[in-house]
């Protein structure tokens, strides 16, 4: 079982460029959501979405959008990125079913913004 | 929103045993979780308190306190590859977490 996959691994970007940050997983999970982690911040929530067809915004979702058109995917996109958006994102799921509804990690995406 | 806090750095002896501390203010509680993290790697999930007390998995405990805004995790028996940053994460009633910093603990022969 892969779990939660994303891509691209690392990507370096022109600022002013837009961006699609891809996240799946094949755990049926319901709930979705994207962290980016900087150094000394720890992760913080951008988006997040409970169930497909639904989204909602998190600490800091300016500068970013998602859509979650079915369960499996939840696309981070960039319209117009800015250096302060360099940094390693992370998207995550969790099944709200389970008792302790822990979160499962995706690898992450190393952004640069120049 | 939540305020959570946590040291930035431990320092401990392998066989040795570290605790991690955490205090939090919340404005919603729905549980608290410990990950640990491996340089250039994702979080995994380490543990999970919602009531008060000590859950024991293994080497590794975790304690809340929900009255104190606390809650710490211990390590047992400190091994090299327990060199890693421990996050602390409190779930609000939404479902949604907020993450200390984080604590790096280095594991030293």
């Known amino acids: 079982t892969a779990g939660i996959t994303q891509a691209p691994t690392s990507q370096i970007l022109a600022a002013g460029r837009s961006m699609t940050l891809r996240c799946t997983q094949d755990?049926?999970?319901?709930?979705m959501y994207w962290y980016r982690q900087d150094l000394g911040l720890g992760l913080r929530l951008i988006h997040y979405s409970n169930t497909a067809g639904t989204t909602g915004k998190g600490e800091v979702p300016d500068g970013y959008s998602v859509s979650r058109a079915n369960t499996d995917d939840f696309p981070l996109t960039l319209a117009s990125a800015v250096p302060s958006q360099t940094s390693v994102y992370f998207c995550a799921s969790s099944d709200s079913s389970s008792g302790s509804n822990e979160q499962f990690f995706g690898p992450g995406t190393r952004l640069t913004v120049l | 929103g939540q305020n959570i806090d946590q040291p930035t750095e431990m320092t401990a002896t392998e066989g040795a045993i570290v605790q991690i501390n955490c205090t939090y203010q919340?404005?919603?509680?729905?549980?608290l979780f410990w990950y640990q993290q491996h340089a250039g790697e994702a979080p995994t999930f380490l543990s999970y308190?919602?009531?008060?007390g000590l859950e024991e998995k293994g080497r590794f405990s975790s304690f809340l306190s929900r009255s104190k805004g606390y809650s710490y995790l211990l390590l047992k028996e400190l091994q090299m590859k327990d060199s890693a940053s421990y996050l602390c994460?409190?779930?609000?009633?939404?479902?949604?977490?907020?993450f200390g910093a984080g604590t790096t603990v280095t594991v030293r022969a």
């Open positions: 994460a409190v779930r609000d009633g939404d479902y949604k977490l907020s």
């Open positions: 308190n919602v009531l008060d």
């Open positions: 755990m049926r999970h319901n709930a």
């Open positions: 919340t404005s919603g509680f729905n549980g």
